[in-house]
């Protein structure tokens, strides 16, 4: 087991006002398992992914990577995010370089490792390249190189094609397989697309709608390269769906039944 | 006839700016000499209070190689008095601004602190505090606390601003990636800033060249370009009194140039361009 939560519980407090945001929120990840965390706005996925990443504490409950506690000690995990997160000011290799850097690997085992990940990723070619220079499939190809640089045990991705076009999303998804493929690392990837789930995850986790919690894990045993048009992919596809439109329909009664509550992202 | 309209009409934008650029100074002499003019016909006698441009420039030419009339001291003196004066009130001001703008835009408890104290100093001009450090500074050093107080600010709310901006996904980022506060600090929030603090560098050295000036006039014979100026209108000597305008203008046109080339220089060098 890679990824440990139990019983996860997150308050936020904003404006005096208290929102739970997680509750009783459990979740197993294994060894160079691919998992899709799945659930309707405003549930809590990315909430989660910033408490495993370290960027958020929680109000009660655990969370184990690789069998120790987060929070405390810099965590083995690397996050790509959706608004891809580059410094402006580095060119695609400098910023692979970023996380050697301030753990003061010396500069030619930086460099070495940042051309490594880069030709990974296939940006060879863009190494001195400034992210205003480059595409957005381009800049989320450095971020995840910049994010497995560092080697993580666990490579976060916090709906990281969301803002890409739906060639490029497309195209990054099978790019993304190839990586892992290549790579074998623990993916835990947030995203509120039923498509790209099933066609990327190993195991789809539904949460529902807030305070968010699991719903259901769904496995999926269709081999990869994944055929989006096959009548087993659109069986998978139809069944998250369904589990998904319950929690979207309790989310949109609740809206509608309460006062205008304090919304939050996350 | 209509081979030269086509030809103009056909010449780039670029050229245009340039004959407009030369006219534009052409039609600025040419009303020089008018009010020039027009101050002498006015009182033959007196003879004109504002000397005409080849007088001024004649009179700059002169001032090259002679100590002036009414100062006894070459006008090269008076403006290095006034570069150092300005240089060193903007790099003091630059050295403390920086820091200070970072801190109190990434920690309230800073803010908290500093910000009544700024608010106190702000309303008061720099220009009203000359006098006053005229006596604490001396006639050198008190019109470099001057410029200080201008540079000061610009530079202080503009870095504040751009700490307090910064995405907040590339701290995240960040620390992710393992940085600690000091590297969030030197690594995300500082480059983050310098566009930030290159708009507060240019507004501060225009406010800078505008506050010594002044101040010089205060420090009476501490020297100095302002000095000059002042003490060659109170003697009459206008020739030179405009001669002392021009350099002025000259000087603060060059630094904020070198500052703007130093800012696409940086730009550069950051992948920014």
């Not at chain 1, 809590?44 to 929680?58: F, M, N």
């Not at chain 2, 700490?163 to 620390?175: E, G, K, W, Y």
């Amino acid at each position: 087991m890679i990824i440990s939560v139990k019983d996860l519980r997150k308050v936020f407090t904003k404006e005096r006002r208290e929102v739970v945001a997680l509750d009783g929120f459990d979740l197993e990840v294994l060894e160079s398992e691919f998992v899709c965390l799945l659930g309707p706005s405003g549930c809590g996925k990315t909430t989660v992914l910033r408490i495993i990443a370290g960027l958020e504490s929680k109000t009660s409950g655990q969370v184990l990577v690789h069998g120790k506690e987060v929070a405390s000690s810099r965590p083995r995990v690397g996050m790509v995010f959706q608004e891809f997160a580059l410094f402006p000011w580095r060119s695609s290799k400098k910023n692979v370089e970023f996380g050697l850097e301030v753990r003061h690997v010396p500069r030619d085992g930086r460099s070495k490792v940042a051309d490594k990940y880069l030709d990974l990723v296939g940006l060879s070619g863009f190494a001195e390249a400034h992210p205003h220079e480059l595409s957005g499939g381009m800049k989320q190809r450095v971020a995840i190189a910049r994010a497995l640089a560092n080697e993580p045990e666990v490579l976060l991705m916090d709906e990281p094609f969301g803002s890409l076009d739906a060639q490029t999303r497309n195209l990054m998804q099978r790019e993304l397989l190839r990586i892992w493929a290549a790579t074998r690392k623990t993916v835990l990837f947030v995203t509120h697309s039923v498509d790209e789930a099933v066609f990327l995850a190993d195991r789809i986790v539904v949460m529902t709608a807030r305070p968010g919690k699991e719903r259901e894990s769904i496995e999926v045993l269709l081999p990869r390269p994944r055929d989006r048009t096959s009548p087993e992919f659109i069986a998978v596809r139809s069944r998250v769906l369904s589990e998904l439109d319950e929690e979207f329909e309790k989310a949109r009664a609740r809206e509608l039944s309460h006062s205008p509550e304090v919304k939050n992202n996350a | 006839m209509n081979a030269i309209l086509k030809w103009f009409k056909k010449m780039p934008r670029s050229q245009w700016k340039l004959i407009l650029l030369v006219a534009s100074i052409l039609l600025f002499i040419g009303v020089w000499y008018a009010v020039s003019w027009w101050t002498e016909l006015r009182d033959p006698v007196q003879g004109s209070l504002v000397p005409p441009p080849d007088e001024v420039a004649s009179s700059f030419y002169w001032l090259l190689s002679n100590k002036d009339r009414a100062t006894g001291i070459y006008l090269f003196q008076h403006m290095f008095t006034s570069l150092e004066r300005v240089f060193l009130g903007f790099a003091l001001a630059f050295a403390l601004a920086l820091p200070s703008g970072l801190l109190m835009g990434r920690s309230w408890v800073a803010e908290g602190l500093a910000r009544p104290i700024v608010e106190i100093f702000r309303p008061i001009p720099p220009l009203a505090w000359a006098p006053a450090f005229l006596i604490i500074f001396k006639i050198f050093w008190g019109p470099v606390a001057v410029v200080f107080l201008g540079v000061f600010f610009p530079i202080l709310f503009n870095v504040m601003l751009g700490a307090r901006s910064v995405d907040r996904t590339l701290i995240d980022a960040a620390r992710t990636l393992g940085a600690r506060r000091s590297d969030v600090f030197t690594k995300v929030v500082l480059p983050y800033t310098v566009p930030y603090l290159m708009t507060g560098v240019t507004v501060g050295l225009g406010i800078g060249w505008m506050c010594i000036v002044a101040a010089e006039f205060v420090s009476a014979e501490g020297g100095g370009l302002g000095y000059f100026i002042l003490a060659n209108s109170d003697f009459g000597y206008y020739p030179e009194m405009y001669a002392g305008m021009v350099l002025i203008g000259i000087l603060s046109v060059l630094t904020t140039g070198l500052a703007g080339l130093f800012e696409r220089e940086v730009y550069k060098r950051m992948g920014m361009d």
